[in-house]
Antibody, heavy 119, light 108 residues
Framework: QTHLQESGPGLVKPSETLSLTCTVS?????????WGWIRQSPGEGLEWIGS???????YYNPSFKSRLTMSLDTSKNHFSLSLSSVTAADTAVYYC????????????WGQGTLVTVSS | EIVLTQSPGTLSLSPGERATLSCRAS???????LAWFQQKPGQAPRLLIY???NRDSGIPDRFSGSGSGTDFTLTISSLEPEDFAVYYC?????????FGQGTKVEIK
């Protein structure tokens, strides 16, 4: 049974970098699939952030411009998100997800983690 | 990017009734890669339908998806108490993936 679990700081200061990790159990992330991040805030609804393929190709939402970096760590079977220069608008529940068939697919989700940007 | 517009915003129905939810795209969805999700308070979205009409594993057959191109529909044939929730459509045929704003199905 595959399980995805987000982890990282729940509070980040404005202008700093938000870093989250999604640990995958029950499946090897370098075998197949796209591994992505989606966030949900009251003001913006659900927003696709980006994804990384099992071979390491990244697909980013242009809305995040150059602030975003995603990576895979196959030795730890986890993938990560780094979002720099955060503002209060980046406050949201962040979900990691697994998708098949296309980079923006998200068929199976983690439980989500709330990140608040505040000083 | 493709904008998805869901209607209605809220659907007030009784258990046993049929629910019809609409999702309209601003341009054609590539490969009809349109998914429907159900979300309950405090939970992550759960995939119901992928590629417009395919039910995900374990999803009851009262849920069905239809449509192609720019117009898609999720139908719940007979509402069960556990079906009252918010439903989102998502297109994943083109990056960036985009979501609709959601339809809340509430108990009348």
């Amino acid at each position: 049974q595959t399980h995805l679990q987000e982890s990282g700081p729940g509070l980040v200061k404005p202008s700093e970098t938000l870093s989250l990790t999604c640990t995958v159990s029950g499946y090897s992330i370098n075998s197949n699939y796209f591994w992505g991040w989606i966030r949900q805030s009251p003001g913006e609804g659900l927003e696709w952030i980006g994804s990384i393929s099992h071979s390491g190709t990244t697909y980013y939402n242009p809305s995040f411009k150059s602030r975003l970096t995603m990576s895979l760590d196959t030795s730890k079977n986890h993938f990560s998100l780094s979002l720099s220069s955060v503002t209060a608008a980046d406050t949201a529940v962040y979900y990691c997800a697994r998708g098949a068939s296309a980079p923006a697919a998200a068929g199976f989700w983690g439980q989500g983690t709330l990140v608040t940007v505040s000083s | 990017e493709i904008v998805l517009t869901q209607s209605p915003g809220t659907l007030s129905l009784s258990p046993g009734e049929r629910a019809t939810l609409s999702c309209r795209a601003s341009q054609s969805v590539g490969s009809n890669y349109l998914a429907w999700f159900q979300q309950k308070p405090g939970q992550a979205p759960r995939l119901l339908i992928y590629a417009a009409f395919n039910r995900d594993s374990g999803i009851p057959d009262r849920f069905s998806g239809s449509g192609s191109g720019t117009d898609f529909t999720l139908t719940i044939s007979s509402l069960e108490p556990e079906d009252f929730a918010v439903y989102y459509c998502q297109q994943y045929g083109t990056t960036p993936g985009t979501f609709g704003q959601g339809t809340k199905v509430e108990i009348k």
